[in-house]
């Protein structure tokens, strides 16, 4: 069984300020897909970025940026220039051979003007 | 048109009522889900259809009773719930449930509680 870990319940960050959100993950899988989403106070869920276990290079998107590192089995999401849309509750995700997707615990972030 | 689309948003029902969830998706997938999101837990997967097979029953109490009849939509029928039931649930669907690499989108969710 897969197993996600945010150790990080709540962040404060700066407008126009980058923040990072650890996430780490523990899976024996040698294909697995990493994912964050983005959880605002409405409740939707949204898709953010993804990451292959086979993926040479880190994902981008826009201002999201993952930092995988597989060796340590990390997959930290990058805010860059936040801003005060950003403040949300944020899951990492994986997805391994059994087609399950597993989330974290969450980390709540707020930005401040 | 949003891609993934949930109704009610909001429910309130009594333990002896019987109500269902309704989960729509516009996106051409193939795998829908169901999700629980308690207060302070991880999401639960509950529920996975690929191809309108259930593939996935996460040890979900039989009050809850899932119907797929198509690709684009999903059920929840919901009936003698218990208090320890209300959540927000979600509905979400991929291109493939028998894959790693596909993202799940996910609708607005629909905010349950059981009186």
Redesign the interface.
């Known amino acids: 069984a897969q197993k996600i870990t945010q150790t990080q319940p709540g962040m404060f960050v700066q407008e126009k300020e980058a923040v990072t959100l650890d996430c780490t993950y523990d899976t024996s899988d040698p294909s697995y897909g990493l994912f964050w989403y983005k959880q605002p106070s409405s409740g939707e869920m949204i898709f953010l970025i993804y990451q292959g276990s086979y993926d040479q290079q880190n994902a981008t998107e826009g201002r999201y940026s993952l930092n995988f590192q597989k060796a340590r089995k990390s997959a930290n999401l990058v805010i860059s220039a936040s801003q005060l849309g950003d403040s949300a509750m944020y899951f990492c995700a994986m997805r391994g051979s059994d087609y399950k997707l597993s989330f974290g615990a969450g980390t709540t972030v707020t930005v401040r003007a | 048109e949003t891609g993934v689309t949930q109704t009610p948003r909001h429910l309130v029902m009594g333990m002896t009522n019987k109500k269902s969830l309704k989960c729509e998706q516009h996106l051409g997938h193939n795998a829908m889900?169901w999700y629980k999101q308690s207060a302070k837990?991880?999401?639960e997967?509950m529920f996975?259809y690929n191809f309108k097979e259930q593939t996935?029953n996460n040890s979900v109490p039989s009050r809850f009773s899932p119907e797929c009849p198509n690709s684009s939509h999903l059920f929840l029928h919901l009936h003698t719930l218990q208090p320890e039931d209300s959540a927000?649930y979600?509905c979400?669907s991929s291109q493939s449930?028998?894959?790693?690499?596909?993202?799940?989108?996910?609708?607005?969710?629909t905010?349950l509680t059981v009186l």
């Open positions: 889900y837990k991880p999401l997967l996975v996935e927000l979600l979400a449930g028998s894959t790693v690499y596909n993202e799940q989108f996910f609708g607005p969710g905010r």
